[in-house]
Nanobody, 125 residues
Framework: QVQLVESGGGLVQAGGSLRLSCVDSGRTFTTGWFRQAPGKEREFVAAITWTTAYVRTYYADSVKGRFTISRDNAKNTVYLQMNSLKPEDTAVYYC???????????????????WGQGTQVTVSS
């Protein structure tokens, strides 16, 4: 069983930055970040897949150029660096992981096997 622990959320002013962390306890090959704002559906934010040959990253259009996803294999940790934050980025952010390398459908929550508890990100205007 894989456990995911997220951290790094908080309150920040518009234009500021936060870095979210997701530590996993198992052997996973795809990690995604999703978010859910009050009254809205969960949406894809970013994902990272890796093999011994490559690392690939994917982003939602709404965060492209502002957010960066990365992984430190030595620490079993995936990071989401969020810059130039906007009030519309306010949401609970969830980390999700899969033991598979997801080539397509990385932006669909049902493709992931494990989920973290979520961390709140609030961006004030």
């Amino acid at each position: 069983q894989v456990q995911l622990v997220e951290s790094g959320g908080g309150l920040v002013q518009a234009g500021g930055s936060l870095r979210l962390s997701c530590v996993d306890s198992g052997r996973t090959f795809t990690t995604g970040w999703f978010r859910q704002a009050p009254g809205k559906e969960r949406e894809f934010v970013a994902a990272i897949t890796w093999t011994t040959a490559y690392v690939r990253t994917y982003y939602a259009d709404s965060v492209k150029g502002r957010f960066t996803i990365s992984r430190d294999n030595a620490k079993n940790t995936v990071y989401l660096q969020m810059n130039s934050l906007k009030p519309e980025d306010t949401a609970v952010y969830y980390c999700a992981a899969s033991r598979r390398v997801i080539y397509s459908g990385y932006d669909v929550g049902s493709g992931y096997d494990y989920w973290g508890q979520g961390t709140q990100v609030t961006v004030s205007s």
